[in-house]
């Protein structure tokens, strides 16, 4: 008889429409076996340290929360990312925000994002928060065509595995 495998999923919100980022369908995403996770990092191995031996057993954090290392590269062009100014700033911690850039995520960004969203849910927003730095309830904040712009932008910078098919055909 064989032994049947975990299998593990992540609740995402998935997009509906590139105008309306509130229109989202809640879907269950498969994630790679456990077993699969080491290979799929884009990273070179870490070094392990040598044991806590005065540590207990019940202070070691399980495998799966370690955070892997990742590389900062120095991109060539500047593709990855797009300012989008704004047709209305606003005050935020301070400062004047009138331009909101929006980066690609990395391998690892991504990788550290579902590792966080496999442990509950998330929405696009929380996907967005990442890609420009600002919180998910900043940008649910902004001015309806502010929103639009960067949501598109974001949008058209998704990872593959976050996007669905359904939502790139959508009106």
């Known amino acids: 008889m064989t032994e049947a495998k975990e299998v593990l999923t992540a609740r995402v919100a998935v997009p509906q429409s590139k105008t309306d980022p509130s229109i989202v369908t809640f879907e269950e995403i498969p994630l790679p076996p456990r077993e699969m ?3 799929l990092m884009n990273q070179e191995p ?3 340290e040598a044991p806590d031996l005065t540590a207990s057993k019940s202070d070691a954090s399980p495998v799966a929360d370690e955070v892997p290392t990742v590389a ?5 062009n ?3 990312q797009q300012e989008v100014p704004l047709k209305h700033p606003f005050h935020w911690k301070g400062e004047v925000v009138d331009v909101v ?3 690609r995520l990395t391998l690892g960004q991504v990788d550290l994002f579902v590792r966080r969203a496999a442990k ?3 929405s696009t927003f929380d996907i967005y928060a990442e890609m420009t730095g600002l919180p998910a309830d900043v940008l649910r904040g ?4 502010d929103g639009d712009a960067v949501v598109d932008v974001a949008y058209d910078f998704l990872p593959r595995q976050l996007k669905a098919e359904s939502a ?4």
């Open 37 to 39: 996770w080491d290979d």
């Open 72 to 76: 900062t590269l120095e991109f060539v």
């Open 142 to 145: 902004l001015v309806d065509e």
């Open 101 to 103: 850039t929006v980066r």
């Open 120 to 122: 509950t849910s998330f």
């Open 46 to 48: 870490e070094q392990p």
């Open 168 to 171: 790139s055909t959508a009106t």
């Open 78 to 80: 500047s593709t990855h």
